[in-house]
């Protein structure tokens, strides 16, 4: 991009939208374009939609502000954190006990026991004591028949 005005980036994601927003807001923020994270995503999602809203994605969201803090102060280290519950507000429909699965650098660091489902709950919680830290993914999973249907995946 240094190299002139004819220099081009073409950056693709499945609807064009959170993951390459989520890049183009840090090299707007990178490049000295505008100041904040929220300035970026606002600037963004003008331009790219219809009704303003580029970025939607909170852990998305959250990527672009931990990148202003990065320009801002450096790369902050890891919290440890605990993990001590998963609510579950929509209940699938599957049969069987849903247990969660944390997922720390592609390695699984916690699977919880299956617990069932209280009849006509409309949430239900998943509990779990487990220390974590830096980016997690949590898994909710059900075994079904010998194998495992991940039902849902979250980034936290």
Known sequence: MKGGENRV????????????????????MHSGIVATADEAMTYYGTRRT??????????????????EQVLK????????????KVRVHTIPNFDGNPFITAVQKNQEVFTSKPQPIPKKATSYDIDCEVPLYGDIKIQLSNKARGSVCILKQRYI
């Open 9 to 28: 980036v073409g950056i693709n994601c499945k609807a064009g939208k959170g993951r390459t927003g989520l890049i183009i807001c840090c090299y707007l």
């Open 50 to 67: 219809k009704d303003g809203k580029g970025v939607t994605i909170a852990s998305q969201q959250r990527y672009v502000r931990y990148y």
């Open 73 to 84: 102060t450096g790369v902050p280290e890891p919290r440890l954190l605990k993990l001590t």
